[in-house]
């Protein structure tokens, strides 16, 4: 069983990945190049996340893996929006 202050700073971690995604998704079609590099890095830390967040699910709770899959639904959602460039 995942510890609830354990689970609760790995998602708020997650959801500060995310935003940092969504403006780095943003800025890159507003510039249409953006910066590739922080582009990039934004998508290994989704990925890294995505990650964690199996791990977690792993050893979750029923209920702690209900919002565990939810927020694994939406970042795989932002990271088929950022290969899409959509």
């Known amino acids: 069983m995942t510890e609830h202050s354990h689970l609760q700073s790995t998602v708020e971690q997650i959801q500060q990945i995310m935003e940092n995604a969504e403006g780095q998704l943003t800025e890159s079609k ?4 953006g910066n590739a590099e922080e582009f990039t890095n934004a998508q290994m830390q989704l990925e890294e996340a995505n990650m ?3 791990r977690m699910i792993a050893s979750a709770t ?12 939406r970042l795989q959602h ?7 460039g959509i």
């Open 78 to 84: 932002l990271q088929n929006k950022m290969i899409l």
């Open 30 to 33: 507003r510039n249409e190049s």
């Open 62 to 73: 029923n209920e702690q893996r209900d919002q565990l899959f939810r927020l694994q639904q």
């Open 52 to 54: 964690e967040l199996e």
